[in-house]
Nanobody
């Protein structure tokens, strides 16, 4: 099992920045891909970004491309989401996810391909 704990969510003004963190514990050596998803009020959960364990494969959703950056530490137990130029439409609960299956390499934007999830951290962007 893998446990994930997110932190860093806050209230920020439009145009501001935040950095979310996700700490993984447990059987972290099994993790192949870590990703970020978000759920805005009244909307479906959506993909934000993902990175493979080796860092060789990174993907972003179109709405955050060029504004958000995913990164991870060398041990592979911490993953970050640097969010710049935040917009009110970025308001959501942000979730960290981890996958131990190779299937996720080519399906990193599919929530169902991730077996482990954190509790989420709230990001609110005011206009």
């Amino acid at each position: 099992q893998v446990q994930l704990v997110e932190s860093g969510g806050a209230l920020v003004q439009a145009g501001g920045s935040l950095r979310l963190s996700c700490a993984a514990s447990g059987y972290t050596f099994d993790i192949r891909v870590m990703g970020w998803f978000r759920r805005a009020p009244g909307k479906e959960r959506e993909f934000v970004a993902a990175e493979s364990r080796t860092g060789g494969s990174i993907s972003y959703a179109d709405p955050v491309m060029g504004r958000f950056t995913i990164s991870r530490d060398s041990a592979g137990t911490l993953v970050y989401l640097q969010m710049n130029s935040l917009k009110p439409e970025d308001t959501a609960v942000y979730y960290c996810a981890a996958s131990a299956t190779a299937y996720t390499y080519s399906n990193s934007n599919v929530a169902e391909s991730y077996a482990f999830w954190g509790q989420g951290t709230q990001v609110t962007v005011s206009s």
